[in-house]
């Protein structure tokens, strides 16, 4: 019998398998609930400091039946605050998220620290991963970055950010070379703990807001940089970008990771007719996830798999209150059109 582990490497490396994979990354992509939480007594904000409970909450994610992989952390704010960002750490049912910035100009770069993995949330993401390393049970392990762009303008005034993209060429590329050196040192220091896949989330870097030209020369080259460096350590790569493709598939198609992993308003039909031979990953839409019933749910996850998603996914972060026979119903509609093939 296939192992989810053995079903999602499989088709992370562009192999034929029984059946799609069905996961939920973590990190941008969360996928720990309010309901999960009450399931199992273990609850956020204490779960973002304490491996055990992180770990705990991820195991859960699969003995749930929620979908076939752990993943952590559940937010997008580890690496910023590492960097000096301040965040707020939120609450049962709100995510943390960034309420003050390290610096307001590329000019100050340097003055970014350095990220320490030996204390804060990017420990308890690493202690984590260890944990969950021990069970060795066929489960996949997702670690998770946030994409170069997204870190480099949640450390930064994003405002500025973007408008010094164009005016500080020279600076802003030292700048992202800083980024994405520190999220390599963390992405690598995952897949030493024990992270057999790692999901990387660039939301703010999108073709939409920056332009072709300069989600060209920022976003692709640090993307594949990041996502190069952890291949070559062994582990398989996603990378989930947000907003329309239609003006970047061609730059896109630069990113060499294992998977590309899409929202909701991008059509899997389209990503494919674009992408060809690219392992395809999404998009059933968390908005219907949460606000939707179980059987609509059963339909948009039937329609993905129609239109050709290799790797069955929420389109984003899970909404906190989802109900949980919402999120179940993903995958058990996977597994039964596995079932029945």
Do not use: W
């Not at 690598?188 to 999901?199: K, N, P, R, Y």
């Not at 996603?238 to 308003?265: P, T, W």
């Not at 908005?287 to 749910?297: M, N, Q, S, Y």
């Not at 996850?301 to 050709?308: D, E, F, Y």
């Amino acid at each position: 019998m296939t192992t989810a582990k053995e079903r999602l490497l499989a088709t992370l490396d562009g192999k034929e398998t029984d059946r799609p994979p069905c996961i939920c990354p973590g990190g941008m992509m969360n996928m720990v609930t309010v309901g999960l939480q009450d399931e199992i007594g273990v609850f956020f904000p204490e779960a973002h400091y304490d491996p055990e409970k992180m770990a705990a909450l991820a195991k859960a994610v699969y003995d749930r039946g929620f979908f076939e992989n752990y993943g952590v952390p559940f937010c997008m704010s580890v690496e910023s605050e590492a960097m000096g960002a301040e965040v707020t750490i939120g609450r049962k049912d709100v995510e943390p998220h960034i309420t003050g910035y390290a610096i307001f100009d590329v000019h100050d770069y340097k003055q970014v620290k350095p990220m320490d993995l030996e204390s804060g949330r990017a420990k308890t993401v690493i202690e984590a991963i260890k944990i969950l390393k021990t069970y060795d049970d066929g489960v996949p392990i997702v670690g998770n970055l946030v994409g170069p762009v997204s870190v480099a303008s949640s450390v930064m005034d994003p405002v500025k950010y973007y408008k010094q993209l164009y005016k500080e060429k020279e600076l802003s590329h030292a700048y992202m070379d800083f980024i994405t050196n520190e999220l390599i040192r963390f992405g690598l220091a995952q897949v030493e703990a024990g992270a057999d896949v790692i999901a990387i989330a660039d939301p703010s870097g999108t073709g939409e807001i920056m332009g072709p030209r300069s989600f060209d020369q920022y976003a692709v080259t640090y993307l594949e940089k990041l996502q190069k460096a952890l291949q070559d350590a062994g582990a398989r790569t996603i990378v989930h970008i947000c907003g329309q493709m239609r003006s970047v598939y061609e730059q896109v198609a630069k990113i060499s990771c294992n998977a590309l992993s899409f929202d909701a308003v991008v059509p899997i039909k389209e990503a494919r007719k674009n992408l060809p031979g690219r392992v395809v990953m999404g998009n059933v839409s968390t908005f219907a996830i949460e606000l939707k019933d179980a059987e609509r749910v059963r339909s948009l996850t039937r329609m993905c798999m129609n239109n050709g998603s290799n790797i069955i996914a929420p389109a984003c972060g899970l909404g906190m209150g989802s109900p949980s026979e919402n999120v179940r119903a993903v995958l058990e509609t996977v597994r039964e059109a596995g079932e029945a093939s």
